[in-house]
Nanobody, 119 residues
Framework: QVQLVESGGGLVQAGGSLRLSCAAS????????MGWFRQAPGKEREFVAA????????SVADPVKGRFAISRDGAKNTVYLQMNSLKPEDTAVYYC????????????WGQGTQVTVSS
């Protein structure tokens, strides 16, 4: 069992940056791929980025490629999403996920953290 807790969301102006964190509990954290998804009001949840259990593989969605980066720290059981050059269309609730499927891990979910980008 893995429990995920996101943090780092907030309000930022367009062009700014935020770093989201996702702290995982459970001894099996290192076995799972980790990912970030987001859901904007009135829209379906969409994939943002994922990183494999051994950090050798990463997948990043086209709308955020070149602006967002995913990383993980095994010693801290934490995965990060560095978001740069934020745009108003990045406004959404961001969810952390863990799982065995690649590149869309989805067995476990966090509660989400709100990111709002003002124009």
């Amino acid at each position: 069992q893995v429990q995920l807790v996101e943090s780092g969301g907030g309000l930022v102006q367009a062009g700014g940056s935020l770093r989201l964190s996702c702290a995982a509990s459970g001894r099996t954290f290192s076995r799972y791929a980790m990912g970030w998804f987001r859901q904007a009001p009135g829209k379906e949840r969409e994939f943002v980025a994922a990183i494999s259990w051994n950090v050798f593989s990463q997948s990043v969605a086209d709308p955020v490629k070149g602006r967002f980066a995913i990383s993980r720290d095994g010693a801290k059981n934490t995965v990060y999403l560095q978001m740069n050059s934020l745009k108003p269309e990045d406004t959404a609730v961001y969810y952390c996920a863990a799982g065995m499927d690649w590149p869309r891990p989805h067995d476990y979910w966090g509660q989400g953290t709100q990111v709002t980008v003002s124009s």
